[in-house]
């Protein structure tokens, strides 16, 4: 069984607060894919980044950065110097590989994120 | 462009009413999907389409039937639904492939009174 925990359930931060959102993964499979979604008031879910198991490489985005720690099952989001139009909720979803070509994503509880000005 | 678009943003029906979500994409994409989400929870699948064939059901209840008239077009059709129905219905599309990612629309809000 494949499970995501996002153990902060909101994050509150003042404006140019760097802010780390947590995600830890559980998988029994040796490939799966990880992504972080954003969901702003409006609703959409914006995608922010996929990675697979096999990619360990932490990747810089602009504001936004991700650590995958395969050896403690995680894959943190940073985001350096926070602005107001940050605030959403932020979705950590993981993917098995294998079986059919398109699938379920397992998602984290999401994590709520205000940004103050 | 990765554009879902879905229509209508707001939907408000009764328990009698028979209604219809639709969603569009024009990215080539072959897999399709249907999300519920509940405030302040994370989307649920419901349904998955590839190459215009169901291909999950997750165990969604009658009262919702999808159809895919063709690859880029998915409706959700609505009929007899409960108030604990209302949710944020959402669509995704994604190419065929492992991993590969899936794009949400904007989503509908259903409210059944």
């Known amino acids: 069984a494949q499970k995501v925990t996002q153990a902060q359930t909101e994050i509150s931060v003042v404006e140019k607060e760097d802010v780390t959102l947590d995600c830890v993964y559980e998988?029994?499979?040796?490939?799966?894919?990880l992504f972080w979604y954003k969901q702003p008031p409006s609703g959409e879910l914006v995608f922010l980044i996929r990675?697979?198991?096999?990619?360990?490489q932490n990747e810089i985005s602009g504001r936004y950065s991700w650590n995958f720690q395969k050896s403690t099952s995680s894959f943190n989001f940073t985001i350096t110097a926070s602005q107001v139009v940050d605030s959403a909720v932020y979705f950590c979803a993981l993917r098995r590989a294998g079986g059919t070509s398109y699938g379920k994503l397992t998602f984290g509880q999401g994590t709520i994120l205000t940004v103050h000005p | 462009d990765t554009e879902v678009t879905q229509t209508p943003k707001h939907l408000v029906m009764g328990m009698t009413n028979k209604k219809s979500l639709k969603c569009e994409q024009h990215?080539?994409?072959?897999?399709m999907y249907w999300y519920k989400q509940k405030a302040k929870k994370p989307p649920e699948l419901m349904f998955v389409?590839?190459?215009?064939?169901?291909?999950i059901n997750e165990s969604v209840p009658s009262r919702f039937s999808p159809e895919c008239p063709n690859s880029s077009l998915l409706n959700l059709h609505l009929h007899a639904l409960q108030p604990e129905d209302s949710a944020l219905y959402l669509c995704?599309?994604?190419?065929?492939?492992?991993?590969?990612?899936?794009?949400f629309g904007p989503g509908t809000r259903l409210l059944v009174l």
């Open positions: 990675r697979n198991s096999f990619d360990e």
């Open positions: 389409y590839s190459y215009e064939k169901l291909s």
């Open positions: 998988t029994r499979d040796t490939t799966y894919y």
């Open positions: 995704a599309s994604s190419q065929e492939g492992e991993g590969e990612t899936q794009y």
């Open positions: 990215m080539g994409h072959r897999a």
